[in-house]
């Protein structure tokens, strides 16, 4: 299995909600990302964890809680979004922790998030 | 920051045509990658070409590296309408535990 799955592909929710993505791998990767993308522009770094354990916040607002249950799951809780929220959020993971030099990075679908 | 400078931003051509889009960078790298990214969907890997490295091919693809002008290049050739995406360069210093990204290259194949 060399797939980086994520559910749902697209969420709609209100400033309000409490909502939830989640990525899953079985490659066995040891580290795994959670990006941003906005419309016509390049995905930007959110959350790198290695070895289940936060290891990057690229200062991102409180509002985005990740967590690493387990080697193979991510997600990432979303709370009190605001409009300018609404993107693409893709999940990657890698091999190792050791960074780009190294590895290559596996990218999921990603959730097409729009808040309202 | 190690954010590559794409060019150009978008690119149209009839299926067959070769594509060509550079990418410019502005320290020393470890390493240049290429990322395809179909319709705001995931992005896939293409390609890696080190720093010691001056052509490298796969496919159709064919990425060139001048580390002098701080420069990168991605060909893509006899295009087909499934190669219209968005390419994506990322320049990786030695010590880089971050994958950034230019601003992109979006690629129109007509058939």
């Known amino acids: 299995d060399t797939e980086v799955t994520q559910t749902p592909k697209h969420l709609v929710m209100g400033m309000t909600n409490k909502k939830s993505l989640k990525c899953e791998q079985h490659m066995g990767h040891r580290a795994m990302y959670w990006y941003k993308q906005k419309a016509k522009k390049p995905p930007e770094l959110m959350f790198v964890y290695s070895y289940e354990k936060l290891s990057i916040n690229e200062s991102v607002p409180s509002r985005f809680s990740p967590e690493c249950p387990n080697s193979s799951l991510l997600n990432l809780h979303l709370h009190a979004l605001q409009p300018e929220d609404s993107a693409l959020y893709l999940c990657?993971?890698?091999?190792?922790?050791?960074?780009?030099?190294?590895?290559?990075?596996?990218f999921g679908p990603g959730t097409r998030l729009t808040v309202l | 920051s190690q954010q590559g400078e794409e060019d150009p931003q978008a690119l149209s051509i009839q299926e067959g045509e070769n594509a060509t889009m550079n990418c410019s960078y502005k320290t020393s790298i470890n390493n240049l990658q290429w990322y395809r990214q179909n319709s705001g969907r995931g992005l896939v890997h293409l390609i890696l070409?080190?720093?010691?490295?001056r052509e490298k091919h796969s496919g159709r693809l064919r990425v060139t590296l001048d580390t002098s002008k701080k420069s990168s290049s991605l060909l893509i050739t006899a295009s087909r309408a499934a190669d219209t995406a968005s390419y994506f360069c990322?320049?990786?210093?030695?010590?880089?535990?971050?994958?950034?990204f230019g601003g992109g290259t979006r690629v129109l194949v007509k058939p």
């Open positions: 990657a993971s890698s091999p190792t922790d050791k960074g780009p030099s190294t590895d290559t990075q596996y």
């Open positions: 070409i080190r720093s010691n490295e």
């Open positions: 990322a320049p990786i210093k030695a010590a880089g535990n971050k994958l950034t």
